[in-house]
């Protein structure tokens, strides 16, 4: 799974999942049975200028591939690509393709939202691609619903998260209904969304770009989009990012094919992660003067038990719309982004302390956008296994928040539209994940990540055969979407050099929390609340990072 919840980085109200079998498709091969190099797929992609306002300084292309890999002669699909041109002087050096996460993640969203956070030495040199994968945006799609309206009627009807038995009945009855919706539209695109395939037009779109070896950078979900790409194709790794990762092992529960105990987000400790960064925050805004955390209660410990206190009265009564799930889903998706998310939290928090409901957003003009939020669950449910019986939820739900705090209900309910989700993967990758690359892998994450814990980046590391890791001693989610100029120039070292940084290597951020953007945690200038750093909309909405992160948020 832009940012903020990018970021990236499921929802209130629809998620599934499932484990299949790894078939045809991995093998010892590095390239996949009938792949790009086992048939004769070629993708050729024609630039234009974009259309839509926001990314005039960009090109879009489409690019045609096979919907089944192992059958290049059958039904093909449509991929939206995004690229931005090479700043520096003379011929740019390459490409460097982008995932934004999710899944459900459009790159043509998501790189227009991030562009300008990746380092310029990198915007210099390179091409920066990206696309929406498969089932995604402006891609062939997964789309449950008629339009977009029939959509957004029926996600206002379903919670962030169900509280009490009647809302979890609800709950588990809206997602079976949304399951049988997407069974009878196109069952065929279902079974063919996986990180597997993805990877494989990953492979095809840079043959198509002219690049020998993949240069990539993936935040969130995207992690392990690279980390499959890494062993399905390890001999065409050039420079490869993660940042922000996912543990793949966790993701396929080892792949052993077995009814899981735990939820997919449970195995990865998001539920933890969540936990601790909210705990940094509520510390950071507790030694924080009002007039830069409008949340403090002057020290820490008064700034905890005030947050508590919040949630108790909220729970027994809501404040407006502002219900006790939308307002921990806030809470949780606020975490994402430091600046200005961790402010513009905290001024949240302070006015439902108030007893007031926060401004509403305006409402989008133009057209209404496809919210795709079922595109999440295509991914999610058909790879990644969840129990089938609604009935564990619930009993996941109170062990999950005995781990963590409140936080955890989200959690674990984002899962659950997996338990009657339609469709298995029917190519999804299991596994081995320690094939031994052309050139290293540079794996990223935050020490507080709120939704792929720092524990999930070692284990990446762990796990491939050549990787280094670098630690961001900082909070949110993604080192690329809350800045350290130390992180960039090791990667910016790192993609032109293959240098990996010493053994070790730790960074600061740039802003500590609650500080003004460019100061130093000595500084003492007033933060002014703003709006979350969220990624546009065609239509004015915005969408977040990490995969419950991309779906648009709805009132509780």
């Not at 059958?71 to 093909?76: A, E, L, M, N, V």
């Not at 011929?91 to 995932?99: D, E, H, I, M, V």
């Not at 302070?350 to 926060?358: A, S």
């Not at 935050?446 to 961001?472: E, I, K, N, S």
């Amino acid at each position: 799974m832009r940012t903020t919840g990018i970021s990236t980085p499921l929802r209130g109200a629809a998620s599934a999942l499932a484990g299949a079998l790894l078939a045809l498709l991995s093998a010892a091969a590095p390239a996949s049975a009938g792949g790009p190099d086992g048939g004769h797929e070629r993708v050729v992609l024609h630039w234009r200028p974009c259309p839509q306002k926001a990314r005039a300084e960009f090109e879009c292309a489409v690019a045609q591939v096979p919907l089944d890999h192992a059958d290049p002669s059958g039904r093909t699909i449509d991929l939206a690509v995004i690229r931005h041109r090479a700043t520096g002087p003379g011929r740019a050096k390459g490409s460097l393709f982008f995932n934004p996460g999710g899944p459900g993640g459009p790159g043509t969203i998501g790189l227009p939202g991030l562009y300008r956070k990746f380092p310029a030495e990198l915007r210099d040199r390179f091409d920066i691609v990206s696309w929406d994968p498969r089932g995604i945006g402006d891609s062939t799609a997964v789309r449950c619903f008629d339009s977009a309206a029939e959509a957004e009627a029926w996600q206002k009807k379903v919670p962030p998260f169900p509280v009490g038995r009647q809302e979890q009945r609800a709950y588990v009855a809206a997602h079976t209904d949304l399951a049988k919706r997407c069974e009878r539209r196109d069952p065929e695109l279902l079974r063919h969304v996986s990180t597997a395939d993805t990877a494989r037009d990953l492979d095809l779109l840079r043959r198509a770009a002219g690049d020998d070896r993949l240069r990539y950078w993936g935040i969130s979900y995207g992690t392990l989009l690279g980390a499959t790409y890494a062993n399905l194709f390890p001999d065409r790794v050039g420079a490869l990012v993660v940042d922000g990762n996912v543990d793949p092992q966790a993701w396929v529960d080892h792949g052993e094919g077995a009814e899981p105990a735990r939820s997919t987000f449970l195995r990865l400790g998001s539920h933890r992660g969540s936990a601790g960064t909210l705990g940094q925050f509520l510390d950071h805004c507790g030694r924080a003067p009002v007039s830069r955390c409008a949340f403090s209660a002057g020290s820490a410990a008064a700034t905890r038990a005030k947050y508590d206190t919040l949630l108790e009265r909220i729970s027994a009564q809501p404040v407006g719309k502002w219900t006790y799930a939308r307002a921990v889903s806030e809470v949780r998706g606020g975490l994402y982004t430091v600046h200005p998310g961790w402010t513009r939290t905290a001024d949240i928090l302070q006015t439902l302390w108030r007893g007031r409901p926060p401004t509403e957003p305006p409402a989008p003009t133009g057209p209404a956008h496809y919210p795709g939020f079922e595109q999440l669950y295509a991914v999610l449910c058909a790879e990644s296994p969840n129990p089938a019986a609604p009935a564990r939820y619930p009993v996941l739900e109170r062990q999950a928040v005995e781990e963590s705090d409140p936080l955890a209900r989200w959690w674990v309910w984002a899962n659950e539209p997996c338990a009657a989700w339609p469709s298995r993967a029917a190519h999804p990758y299991t596994g081995p994940w320690n094939r031994t690359t052309a050139h290293p892998v540079l794996v990223v994450n935050p020490v507080y990540d709120p939704a792929t814990p720092y524990r999930a980046g070692q284990a990446m590391a762990a796990q491939l055969a050549r990787a280094g890791l670098l630690t961001l001693d900082g909070y949110g989610h993604t080192a690329l979407d809350n800045p350290s100029a130390c992180v960039k120039r090791h990667v910016v070292r790192y993609v032109l050099t293959g240098a990996l940084p010493p053994e070790g290597a730790r960074c600061a951020q740039d802003t500590p929390p609650f500080t003004h953007p460019g100061q130093s945690s000595t500084a003492t200038a007033q933060t002014s609340p703003a709006s979350r750093a969220v990624v546009p909309l065609p239509d004015g909405r915005a969408l977040r990072a990490w995969p419950p992160a991309w779906l648009p948020h709805r009132a509780g």
